[in-house]
């Protein structure tokens, strides 16, 4: 009895482990870590129509931070608003954004701007292949905005006679970039922009232990100054070329989790918003 008890119970605790892995992969939201059934599953049986496309972007980002921030940052971001939502699919993110590249600070791999629109709008059109019903086009690098913006209204008007909705998403690059900047600044933090206090503590706290920030680069990690908002810069402002706009060394992980969570929440509300809005006319 008792040997039969402990033949049984090693395999009854393989299937409780094979049914709790399952489990935990059932609900995939990371569109290139998924199989085609996987895929068809999500959109046709638990209801995830919603796409999102996120574009990032490869440049440099001073001495500190590795190139692909952009990009990188947009894949953790995407996660999080898709799992907010609910009921979203993360698309490949985009690893080029409307820039252009330098040789005195080379990391930079830009796209025209009216190329970039273009490889937007052809996504858009394979996904609504795929079957989603939504496409939200986001951006984590300022330049493009203007071209998602644009891409996002085109595809609407041709498809929302068809029941599916293309939308761009600006909350999470410009509300959430300036609400941030407006709260550094009230609590003493330096102002800065491009490899700034933003960017490098985002990387921080998305991969600080995953080689994207060379941190013991970040006690030196100050650039050219970066007049406060609604202040005229200083004409006899020293410039640094090292890629970095403003002081980026007090960048913390902290800080990073409160700037990614503001941009996670900024996003997922205004998709929301978008979605349930009647579509423009033309």
Request: hydrophobic share 35%; proline share 5%.
């Amino acid at each position: 009895m008792h040997s039969t008890h402990f033949q049984k119970t090693p395999r009854l605790f393989g299937a409780i482990l094979l049914a709790a892995l399952t489990l935990s992969a059932a609900d995939p939201i990371d569109f290139e870590k998924m199989t085609w059934q996987e895929l068809k599953r999500a959109i046709h049986e638990q209801g995830k129509t919603t796409v999102l496309v996120f574009n990032g972007g490869t440049e440099q980002r001073g001495p500190q931070n590795a190139s692909g921030g952009h990009t990188l940052i947009a894949h953790g971001a995407a996660l999080r608003i898709a799992e907010k939502l609910g009921n979203a699919i993360v698309a490949p993110v985009l690893p080029f954004s409307v820039n252009n590249a330098s040789a005195e600070l080379p990391g930079t791999i830009g796209l025209t701007g009216p190329l970039f629109a273009a490889v937007n709008e052809q996504v858009t059109e394979q996904l609504i292949k795929n079957g989603f019903k939504n496409v939200v086009l986001l951006g984590d690098h300022g330049g493009g905005q203007k071209e998602l913006a644009e891409t996002a209204k085109k595809q609407d008007e041709k498809y929302s006679p068809q029941g599916i909705r293309v939308v761009y998403c600006d909350a999470v690059y410009q509300k959430a970039n300036t609400d941030f900047d407006k709260w550094l600044t009230e609590n003493g933090y330096p102002t800065s922009s491009h490899a700034g206090i933003e960017d490098t503590s985002e990387m921080l706290y998305l991969g600080g232990n995953d080689g994207w920030v060379r941190k013991e680069l970040i006690a030196t990690a100050v650039g050219t100054p970066r007049p406060k908002p609604g202040e005229p810069r200083d004409p006899d402002a020293l410039r640094v070329s090292n890629g970095i706009s403003g002081d980026a060394r007090r960048s913390t992980s902290e800080l990073g989790k409160r700037f990614l969570d503001l941009k996670v929440d900024y996003a997922a509300k205004q998709i929301q918003e978008l979605l349930s809005a009647p579509a423009a006319s033309k």
